[in-house]
């Protein structure tokens, strides 16, 4: 049983998208693996996968929303906007936790991450949330403007 709430246009769509994106984030880690063959390294190792994985799914989550392919038809009046702050915050918080414990640990500065990887995770992750939430308003609006 299909408890995403999308009709079969949107499913076809979904999965579309997703494997363009899955074959997107394929290609870029082997052209980021054969760079790092050939000594380019533009950031160090675990921060250049998170990028990569960021980037992708940030590509997904704006390709998704714009398709109108994210969530089915609303089928009665909800609180979404409520739902969706609620869990920000539960994801700030975790953040916080884990930066936390990660920094009581020391492990931080035993993984190898050079000091350029976290502004450039932050901004990435930044930029693809600011895209993201923009890209689903103006869908919102131009729904609201097509009823």
Known sequence: ????????????????????????LLYLLLIDGGLYGFGFRWVEYPA?????????SGIYVVR???????????K???????RTIMTS???VLTGL???????????VSKAGID?????????????AITVAVTVGVLNR???????
């Open 1 to 24: 049983m299909d408890r995403s709430g999308l009709d079969e246009m949107q499913q076809s769509k979904r999965n579309k998208i997703g494997n363009q994106c899955f074959l997107l």
């Open 48 to 56: 250049n996968i998170m990028i990569l994985l960021t980037l992708c």
């Open 64 to 74: 998704l929303i714009a398709a109108n392919a994210y969530v089915g038809p609303n």
């Open 76 to 82: 009665g009046k909800d609180r979404t906007a409520v």
């Open 89 to 91: 915050a539960a994801a």
């Open 97 to 107: 936790v884990v930066v936390y414990l990660l920094k009581s640990v020391d492990l």
């Open 115 to 127: 000091e350029i990887a976290a502004p450039v995770l932050f901004i990435t992750a930044a930029v």
């Open 141 to 147: 609006i131009q729904t609201r403007r097509e009823d």
